[in-house]
């Protein structure tokens, strides 16, 4: 990545930090200076090594508890007296037809996508504003643009999150506290694009399928990167991106577009 910033002096919090987007995310805005808690109901160890050498903190939370949250949020001001940036990542699929779902599964999705997403700002808002201002990304997907027919309650979370940036980045304006999305889609490397893949019954035949439904990923033949996300989430914590809130960056390559150009 050539994308630089200046985050030093900043504290972020980074949840679903362990793998994919959160990971490459918490890498990055560490590699620019930022204090970085990488928040996770799991770690991996493979993690470790990398992570103290940049000095990231791993801290336990299930986001889908408002106290852990909250807990989190107290622990980064204990540890700095601040917080800057607050990465809402943390996310789970739910590939079903409608009538197949159950009310675990509907909480499920909504408690981590969007419960989440929504506490993790609540209680961020108040250590942002003794600062004088921030900057929270709200990681959606390409079904927070658009309509899936074969996740349906996940297209739902996603789409309520793009609204719920908007809706705050509207309220917290007079604060300087800035709330963006980022739509990202097909991206590998991920828990969720690994566990779709061991799942199917001809994962390359599904890798295929994926990139062909993306016009550029198409062109370039290849999945997002977890690190081109988190470029653009860098953009949009840095002084760079001062003055845009509210809005919603598709990285999809284009599949949120419409119907692809048919394979020549």
Known sequence: ??????????TAIVTGASNGIGRATAILLAEQGATVLAVDFRHLE??????????????????????ELA???????????????????????????????????WDACMDTNLKG??????????????????AIVNMSSNAGLLPRSHDPVYSISKMALVGLTRSLALCLAPDRIRVNAVCPGPVGDTAMMNADLDSASDPGALTEAMIAASPLAAAWDRMISPEEIAASVLFLVSD?????????????GGKSLGVPPAAS
């Open 1 to 10: 990545m050539n994308l630089t910033a200046d985050l030093s002096e900043r």
């Open 46 to 67: 493979e993690n470790t090594s990398r992570f103290e050498e940049l000095g990231i903190v791993e801290i336990s939370c299930d986001v889908r508890q408002e106290a």
């Open 71 to 105: 807990h989190t949020v107290d622990e980064a001001v204990r540890r700095t007296g601040r917080l800057d940036i607050l990465v809402n990542n943390a996310g789970i699929g739910m590939v079903k037809p409608v009538e197949e779902i159950t009310e675990e599964d």
């Open 117 to 134: 997403a929504f506490f993790g700002c609540r209680h961020a808002v108040e250590p942002m504003r003794g600062n004088g201002g921030g």
């Open 240 to 252: 760079q991106s001062a003055m845009i809130t509210g809005t919603s960056i598709g990285i999809d």
